[in-house]
């Protein structure tokens, strides 16, 4: 992807390891920009990669902008059997090019970069009715609380509000932003009660 500039987030159980929040994942899925040049970039990476269509809907733009995902299967000897997933709407979350502009730079000691979705954009695109996914986000949450609430950022505080359900942590946090919780209130799940989401219906 990175090779062939194709403008495209990596999200799922992969992102959720470089997140610290590891995840055994079978497949590696994409969130990207559906537009004719880009999609022209990815269709070179895929080739590369000798990635072909395994289920319905075909790869085309129409099908990544009515929402669907696009699975394919990669034959290249290097990556034998690797899935990719890509998609560009994902429900309940932000356009495109609004989760490029807050998007994770990752750089390995190759010099190798990673362009993540961003942890909040995250923990929403996999808010699934899959009872594995609720523990994963809890721990990404929790990875995300520990890692910035020495020096938390604009819009931390709510986020980690809404989000924790750990419940020292959401007790610790509560208590340092308590004006900011008092404003929350009443927006927040049930399940902030309760250390954890209910399902959803």
Not at 100 to 105: D, I, L, N, Q
Not at 144 to 160: D, E, M, N, T, V
Not at 165 to 178: D, G, S
């Amino acid at each position: 992807m990175a090779a062939h500039q194709v403008q495209a987030l990596l999200m799922g159980g992969q992102a959720c390891v470089f997140y610290g929040a590891a995840e055994f994942s079978r497949d590696t899925d994409y969130v990207l920009l559906a537009e004719a040049d880009n999609l022209k970039r990815l269709d070179a990476a895929l080739a590369e990669l000798q990635a072909t269509c395994i289920a319905v809907p075909p790869f085309h733009l129409e099908y990544l902008q009515r929402g669907h995902a696009v699975h394919l299967r990669c034959q290249h000897p290097d990556v034998a059997g690797i899935r990719i997933d890509v998609m560009s709407v994902l429900r309940g979350v932000a356009p495109f090019l609004e989760l490029w502009k807050r998007r994770t730079t990752v750089e390995d000691a190759h010099g190798e970069r990673y362009e993540l979705l961003a942890l909040p954009d995250l923990v929403q695109a996999k808010k699934t009715q899959r009872a594995r996914d609720w523990p994963m986000l809890q721990r990404l949450v929790e990875a995300h609380y520990l890692q910035h609430r020495a020096a938390p950022q604009s819009g931390h505080a709510a986020f980690w509000l809404r989000e924790l359900r750990t419940p020292e942590f959401l007790v610790e946090a509560t208590a340092r932003w308590m004006e900011l919780a008092r404003q929350l209130q009443g927006r927040a799940p049930v399940g902030v009660c309760l250390g954890q989401r209910p399902p959803r219906a």
